[in-house]
């Protein structure tokens, strides 16, 4: 049904797996953002500002904790460069690849919540940390995958060229996934448990990986070529 949505011949599989992955970002950043701190682990842009209103005393919000996503966002993102480097000839083996190492990732922060809380500092900071790696992971791939439009993320400007082409289902999806994707991790934050909303997310990045793998198994799949 996805593909049937939201195909593209030019990018097969890769435009609906997307915008799960941005279901993901909308669903991690409600569990970072109401219950790690007030700080993002995939909304960089975001960071930047709040670590300038924590430097100028801002009250709830924590210099440490921006510093903290960023560094793990930053090194996510080197991994997923990296990744991308070494598996440069197909696109859908290469979001099968970072789909799996963000769903262990995920796993393991699902597991440490339930078993530790998420209130503690120390805990606090490991699921910053974890799920900045995971989403700077993400993000960097995303770009090498170049499908237009879908950044997985960063939505302003994709919501400028909404309004100012006036043009851009693919735009419109973006931003509704991700809407989507943080009011159904705030309902889970605010009336289930992280470990459960961090598990929701770890079942979409599970389903990507495994729809993606299918795909990739067509030896005609023009669409895994990288893209120009």
């Known amino acids: 049904m996805l593909t049937r949505m939201h195909g593209d011949p030019r990018h097969g599989p890769l435009v609906p797996m997307l915008l799960v992955l941005t279901v993901v970002t909308g669903l991690v950043d409600a569990v970072s953002y109401l219950a790690l701190g007030h700080v993002f682990v995939a909304n960089m842009t975001g960071n930047v500002v709040f670590l300038?209103?924590?430097?100028?005393?801002?009250?709830?919000?924590?210099?440490?904790?921006?510093?903290?996503?960023?560094?793990?966002?930053?090194?996510?993102?080197?991994?997923?460069?990296?990744?991308?480097?070494?598996?440069?000839?197909?696109?859908?083996?290469?979001?099968?690849?970072?789909?799996?190492?963000?769903?262990?990732?995920?796993?393991?922060?699902?597991?440490?919540?339930?078993?530790?809380?998420?209130?503690?500092?120390?805990?606090?900071?490991?699921?910053?940390?974890?799920?900045?790696?995971?989403?700077?992971?993400?993000?960097?791939?995303?770009?090498?995958?170049?499908?237009?439009?879908?950044t997985t993320t960063v939505l302003t400007m994709t919501i400028t060229a909404l309004a100012a082409d006036r043009t851009g289902a693919r735009r419109l999806a973006s931003a509704a996934w991700m809407f989507a994707g943080a009011l159904l991790g705030a309902v889970l934050v605010l009336h289930a448990t992280v470990p459960v909303a961090l598990a929701v997310a770890l079942a979409l990045l599970l389903a990507v990986a495994a729809l993606t793998r299918r795909a990739s198994r067509d030896p005609a799949a023009s669409w895994a070529e990288p893209a120009p």
């Open 52 to 150: 300038g209103f924590a430097l100028a005393g801002a009250p709830g919000l924590s210099a440490t904790a921006s510093l903290a996503a960023l560094a793990a966002f930053l090194a996510g993102a080197l991994a997923g460069g990296r990744l991308a480097e070494r598996r440069p000839g197909h696109r859908g083996r290469l979001l099968v690849a970072t789909a799996a190492a963000q769903s262990v990732l995920l796993a393991a922060c699902t597991a440490f919540a339930a078993a530790f809380g998420h209130t503690a500092d120390p805990v606090r900071y490991t699921l910053i940390g974890v799920l900045g790696a995971a989403m700077g992971l993400q993000n960097a791939v995303v770009r090498a995958l170049k499908v237009p439009d879908l």
